[in-house]
């Protein structure tokens, strides 16, 4: 197969509502694109939730990483990339690029994917799915920005505790992937923003959480500019881990 | 000019993120989109803000009414029409139709909206704007549905207190109006959702608030299935009123 015909390209324009007030696209909303270009991407190949639901088998987000030089202005269009990297027994990488109005990329994300059953909850081998089909799409464009790495956090007084309402939780019941990305930068002042922006925001989901939990955010600065934040719920168990450093 | 041209037509999909646990699309999302359309069909008429900003005017949302037999269902394609019923010195009448798949409408909406200068903060008189044209683009195409009518709360007991955070706000600097209708629908149990729909939602915008403004949320049962919603500011201003009927 072509190396271009791997690749999934998606057309976007920032909309008003989806801005911050620097005019920028928030993070939360580049996320969900990025969410839908791997489901446009995987349907179009045969491996949607879809497809997958036929086999009661869904896509499980394990990590994503986002690092950019900038972000599309209200009003701006822009176009997401996205393709595979590698596909192991239990994992598959995903790769994206952001493109700015005239096609030149603005930054690059990298996520990680597990796919489970959805009644035993246990992961399925990917390399036996469908033959191992899943690997002739694996692509070697390159993505010039670091794999999610390690993000610990020993700090244990939370600076914000949060109770999982309606609008957090998705069509599976659990609270929704971009919440998460929206409450944790919630824990920063509005002067962070104004300031500065986000260079590059890491996600590892560990465990799900539900409506009524109460999520306990616990934040510790690692350097001048970076952040890993943790999120538990119900006083016990990790939910997700996230590291922000700004520029 | 044809009735026809009058009515602009846009085209959505439900998205996976976009919908609550029951599978349908959330009335924050279907509320951006409808926003979104109507800055499309001002925009094409020369009534849109980029146009209006030349003259440091802007659209101010006031009144939204939604009424809905059904919502769009996760991945189903749906559009969205909309045009102007009448225009008045200070406020304009914007109806919609909430299209399903097969082109037939599930729900309607009414909206008005001011004029507004950016500078003075004060009302623009529409019927002079660019020598009245914005009257050409009146249409009595029928909306079925009520318009938005008295909210009124008069419960002094709040049911819930926030502040507003980074993500609430929008590129204006105020918080987001579709923000408004998550935090109203986050009011109720999830059990509500379970069991009920929503039938009809209002909107009242009265005041803008800020970043770090503590809102606190007053909510007055009217009836089996109806809720009257009023939001303050810093337990002064009334920033929104709104009614949510379930069925």
Redesign the interface.
């Known amino acids: 197969m072509a190396e271009d015909n791997k690749v999934g390209t998606y057309q976007f324009v920032a ?7 620097t ?1 920028r696209l ?1 993070m ?1 909303v580049l996320g ?1 694109h990025l ?2 270009c791997a ?1 446009f991407h995987a349907a179009e190949r045969g491996f949607g ?2 497809t997958l639901n036929e086999n009661h088998y869904t896509w499980v987000l394990s990590r994503l990483a986002i690092e950019l030089e900038d972000m599309p202005r ?2 701006q269009k822009f176009s997401i990339q996205t393709w595979v990297e590698n596909v192991y027994r239990l994992f598959t990488d995903r790769n994206f690029a952001i493109l700015n109005e005239e096609g030149n990329p603005v930054g690059y994300a990298r996520s990680v994917w597990a796919m489970i059953s959805m009644e035993s909850r246990k992961p399925i081998d990917l390399l036996t799915l469908h033959g191992g089909a899943i690997t002739d799409y694996i692509c070697d464009k390159e993505c010039p920005i670091a794999r999610p790495g390690r993000i610990k956090v020993d700090e244990s007084e939370p600076v914000c505790e949060y109770q999982a ?3 957090d ?5 659990h609270v ?3 919440k998460y990305i ?2 944790i ?2 824990l ?3 002067e962070m ?1 104004r300031e500065k922006s986000v260079r590059r925001f890491e996600m590892a989901y560990v465990a799900e959480s539900y ?2 939990d109460l999520l306990t955010f616990y934040r510790e600065r690692k350097a001048e500019n970076e952040y890993d934040i943790e999120v538990k719920k119900n006083n016990a168990e990790v939910v997700v881990r996230s590291k922000v450093i700004f520029n």
Request: a negative charge.
């Open positions: 909309e008003p509502f989806h801005v911050d007030f005019e928030t939360g969900n969410l839908n489901g939730i879809a209200a009003y309402r309606y609008s939780i998705d069509i599976n019941g929704n992937s971009i929206e409450h930068l919630d920063f002042p509005m923003f409506y009524g």
